[in-house]
C-alpha cells in the first residue's frame, strides 16, 4: 500500500509527461531505486491505498538484481515512490528525462537548430531557454517558434 498522495502524482505526471501510469511506475522504479540505495527515504501520513503495475521485461531483470537482498520489499517500494513524491514537478521531470535535458541543454548554449516534433508536426527551432513554468512547476523551453513543455516534444534532431 502507497499514499493516496502517491497515486494523485502518479495520474497527474501520466497525463503531463504523455505516458501511461504503467510506463512511469517502471520508470521512477528503475531510475528512484538508485536513489532510494543511495539512502534517499521519506515516508508520507497519508490515507493508504494500493498501487498495481505490471513489471516491462527489462524492469522485471532489473528488479529482480536490486531487491534480491531485500528484507522488507513492500516497503523497498513504498520508499521508492514516496521518495518521487516528495520531488517538486520540476526535478522529478529532470530526473526522468536527464537524456533529453542534456541534449536540449546543448542546442540551447549552442544556439544551433534542433528538428522537434510537436503533436502531429515537424518545426525547426532554436532552443533559447530551457526554464521551470512558475504556473506548472514543469520544464518548459523558450524557442524562436514559442514555448513548449519539454512533454510536448520529441527531439528529431
Known amino acids: 500500500m502507497v499514499s493516496k498522495l502517491v497515486l494523485d502524482i502518479l495520474d497527474r505526471d501520466s497525463?503531463?509527461?504523455?505516458m501511461t501510469r504503467e510506463k512511469l511506475c517502471n520508470e521512477i522504479l528503475i531510475i528512484f531505486s538508485i536513489r532510494k540505495m543511495q539512502g534517499i527515504d521519506?515516508?508520507?501520513?497519508?490515507?493508504?491505498?494500493?498501487l498495481q503495475f505490471t513489471l516491462t521485461q527489462s524492469t522485471t531483470e532489473y528488479y529482480k538484481?536490486?531487491?534480491?537482498?531485500?528484507?522488507?520489499?513492500?516497503?523497498?517500494?513504498?520508499?521508492?515512490?514516496?521518495?518521487?513524491?516528495?520531488l517538486n514537478p520540476f526535478?522529478?521531470?529532470?530526473?526522468l528525462f536527464r537524456d533529453k535535458l542534456i541534449v536540449l541543454k546543448d542546442y540551447c548554449l549552442k544556439k544551433e537548430k534542433l528538428h522537434i516534433s510537436i503533436g502531429n508536426r515537424l518545426e525547426e527551432v532554436i532552443v533559447e531557454e530551457i526554464k521551470r513554468c512558475q504556473m506548472t512547476d514543469y520544464i518548459k523551453l523558450k524557442t524562436n517558434k514559442g514555448e513548449f513543455y519539454l512533454n510536448e516534444l520529441r527531439i528529431i534532431y
Do not use: C, M, V, W
Not at 521519506?42 to 494500493?50: I, Q, S
Not at 526535478?91 to 530526473?95: A, G, P, Q, S, T
Open 42 to 50: 521519506r515516508e508520507e501520513l497519508d490515507e493508504k491505498t494500493y
Open 65 to 86: 538484481a536490486i531487491s534480491s537482498g531485500i528484507q522488507d520489499e513492500p516497503k523497498f517500494i513504498r520508499n521508492i515512490f514516496t521518495g518521487y513524491t516528495h
Open 15 to 18: 497525463k503531463h509527461f504523455n
Open 91 to 95: 526535478y522529478r521531470e529532470i530526473i
